[in-house]
């Protein structure tokens, strides 16, 4: 079965706090025994909220797909998640849109989903 891969906790909070505040269908909640958990953030009329309109320990958990989406529309960052012919593992490269590379991660992820959130978490943290 294919299903949608959200952004992680932690990399959900960074994005709060680099100013993403897109409509997004999910969200973490941050209760207060410490263990965020991923919930449906739909209302009644079926409308979704941005990081703006939720609470302090709440954070929208967008796709992996829409954060890269965001950066690259907002940021000019490119992330390109690349697969070694030899042993199919993951790595990523990350562009600005000037064409130069800031980063070639040389940690190798088993899955696309897991080379996307650390290159996300990487384009946070070190280019915005």
């Known amino acids: 079965m294919i299903t949608e891969d959200y952004v992680s906790f932690e990399t959900a909070r960074l994005l709060k706090e680099k100013g993403f505040d897109c409509s997004c269908e999910h969200q973490y909640i941050n209760c207060s025994s410490g263990h965020p958990f991923l ?3 739909r ?4 409308c979704y909220y941005k990081n ?3 609470g302090e320990d709440e954070y929208s958990a967008p796709t992996l797909q829409m954060v890269m989406k965001w950066l690259r529309e907002v940021h000019n960052l490119f992330i390109e998640p690349k697969i070694s012919k030899n042993t199919f593992l993951w790595g990523y490269r990350v562009s600005i849109s000037n064409g130069s590379t800031r980063c070639i991660h040389a ?3 088993n ?3 897991e080379a996307c959130e650390s290159a ?3 384009a946070l943290e070190n280019l915005i």
């Open 107 to 109: 940690n190798i992820f």
């Open 52 to 54: 703006s309109e939720i």
């Open 43 to 46: 209302d009644d009329a079926g």
């Open 39 to 41: 919930t449906d953030i």
């Open 111 to 113: 899955k696309y989903e």
């Open 120 to 122: 996300i978490k990487y």
